[in-house]
């Protein structure tokens, strides 16, 4: 496999505690890779090593073979990688549209120049609205973040990492704290974006129904430790991921 994102040896320790050890992972282009595991398990840690917001103590992070390891996340960002974060992170009195408009700002060149920049802040509000109506959020590019739903603000980060053009998106707990049907409705918009294959995607979710029904290839963390990385079949059968569970995956 021809890793289009990849880590070798990833671990992060604070202090005593071994949040990541010793991961090595790839994941192929356009390839949907899901990364379970209970609570405590190290995966936003992980994500935040990955993603250059936290540094980690061993490894390495690499795209198609370029060392990423410690650089800033505005430079990761440049390369072509975005994410969403488990806890809403929005400009909550601004307008959706202007939240994305920023995101997508930031992958500009000149993005904060101040003289000249009429035909950029054209440019990006184009983007912005392309991408709010990708994900359903259109009608409501007038309203401030902090008055949408929290669906719908789920759904907003999810637009703001897309407005950055990224060829690898990290995603951790799109569908946290959604309801059913709200959940249901971030899955169709999800397989929506996925299904032309050009983006390659990195998933954290504790719902496994969205897992199976996302994801071709499943990594189970489990105290910081990969302990299994495979098929949604192999990992459903996997004795070390059923215990790790404490009751299964059925």
């Not at 637009?159 to 060829?167: R, W």
């Not at 050009?198 to 990969?226: K, P």
């Amino acid at each position: 496999m021809t890793a289009h994102f990849e880590c070798e040896g990833l671990t992060k320790r604070f202090g005593a505690l071994m949040a990541v050890e010793d991961v090595t992972l790839q994941v192929a282009k356009g390839e949907v890779r899901a990364v379970i595991g209970p609570n405590g398990a190290g995966k936003t840690t992980f994500f935040n090593v990955l993603t250059g917001v936290l540094k980690p103590t061993a490894g390495r992070v690499l795209r198609e073979g370029v060392d990423l390891t410690g650089k800033p996340v505005e430079e990761i960002v440049q390369l072509g990688i975005s994410r969403t974060f488990q806890l809403t992170s929005l400009f909550q009195e601004s307008s959706a549209l202007d939240n994305v408009r920023l995101a997508a700002q930031a992958r500009r060149p000149g993005r904060w120049r101040f003289l000249g920049g009429g035909a950029l802040l054209s440019q990006t509000r184009g983007v912005a609205e392309e991408t709010l109506d990708r994900v359903g959020l259109l009608p409501l590019a007038a309203t401030p973040a902090g008055l949408l739903s929290h669906g719908d603000q789920r759904l907003l980060e999810v637009a703001m990492a897309l407005a950055q053009k990224p060829e690898i998106m990290l995603l951790d707990e799109p569908t946290q704290g959604l309801s059913i049907e709200e959940t249901e409705r971030a899955v169709e918009i999800l397989r929506e974006l996925l299904a032309d294959g050009n983006l390659t995607v990195l998933l954290v979710e504790h719902d496994m129904e969205v897992v199976f029904s996302l994801a071709d290839r499943i990594a189970v963390l489990h105290r910081g430790r990969l302990i299994a990385d495979g098929t949604p079949d192999e990992v459903k059968a996997d004795a070390g991921v059923q215990d790790a569970y404490l009751g299964g995956l059925d």
